[in-house]
């Protein structure tokens, strides 16, 4: 299947900071998506997002089809932001392939 | 609220023991997926069902059996379980998927059911 690599494993933000993930992926992709992970376990949709850059409030995404990537901006970082950020990909040879995940913590 | 509910939330059983996990979908979805989230582990898709249809079962232990009996309504019979078996499960559901389980546009996850086998 398709190697999902995310970048850093591991975040500590003060409150306030910006920030950006990471998400390498080692084949063409049809499908992209970035979730975000609250401590009771729910999966909360970000962007669906196989090319090109969207906005969301203080959240953003970019996806370099070509060049295999996608990186997830947090600006203006708030407590609530913490949590696990999975980013997910697919193509017409395979399924749905998770990474290991960003652990983000917010710090006040 | 994504629009995908799973009941119940949380669970404990013994490995004798025979249970049910639950998702119901509103969104008028086409495919329902289930998937297995480990302690440490990446999430694992188990199983997917497109219009009632099951499309792909990736190597799962038959002590797990999806029912899928509409489209908006998936479970899974769980009996004879592993103390390894603990961990959440997650339903998803997409309007669209391929032929071989491949999601063709965005998938919405329930909450999980966080199974503790003892």
């Known amino acids: 299947g398709i190697q999902v690599e995310q970048s850093p494993p591991d975040l500590i933000l003060q409150e306030g900071a910006n920030s950006t993930l990471r998400c390498n992926f080692s084949?063409?992709?049809?499908?992209l998506q970035w979730f975000h992970q609250n401590p009771w376990g729910q999966l909360i949709n970000l962007f669906y997002?196989?090319?090109g850059t969207k906005q969301n409030g203080r959240l953003s995404a970019t996806t370099v089809a070509t060049e295999r990537y996608s990186l997830l901006y947090i600006s203006s970082s708030q407590t609530t932001d913490s949590g696990v950020y999975f980013c997910?990909?697919?193509?017409?040879?395979?399924?749905?392939?998770f990474g290991a995940g960003t652990t983000v913590t917010v710090r006040a | 609220e994504t629009g995908v509910t799973q009941t119940p939330r949380h669970l404990v059983m013994g490995m004798t023991n025979k249970k049910s996990l639950k998702c119901e979908q509103h969104?008028?979805?086409?495919?329902m997926y289930w998937y297995k989230q480990s302690a440490k582990k990446p999430l694992e898709l188990m199983f997917v069902?497109?219009?009632?249809?099951?499309?792909e079962n990736n190597s799962v232990p038959s002590r797990f059996s999806p029912e899928c009996p509409n489209s908006s309504h998936l479970f899974l019979h769980l009996h004879t379980l592993q103390p390894e078996d603990s961990a959440l499960y997650l339903c998803?559901?997409?309007?669209?998927?391929?032929?071989?389980?491949?999601?063709?546009?965005?998938?919405?996850f329930g909450p999980g059911t966080r199974l503790t086998v003892l």
């Open positions: 997002i196989p090319s």
């Open positions: 997910a990909v697919s193509s017409n040879d395979y399924k749905l392939s």
């Open positions: 084949d063409s992709v049809n499908n």
């Open positions: 069902y497109s219009l009632e249809e099951r499309v």
């Open positions: 969104l008028g979805h086409n495919a």
């Open positions: 998803a559901s997409s309007q669209d998927v391929t032929l071989w389980g491949q999601p063709l546009n965005e998938q919405f």
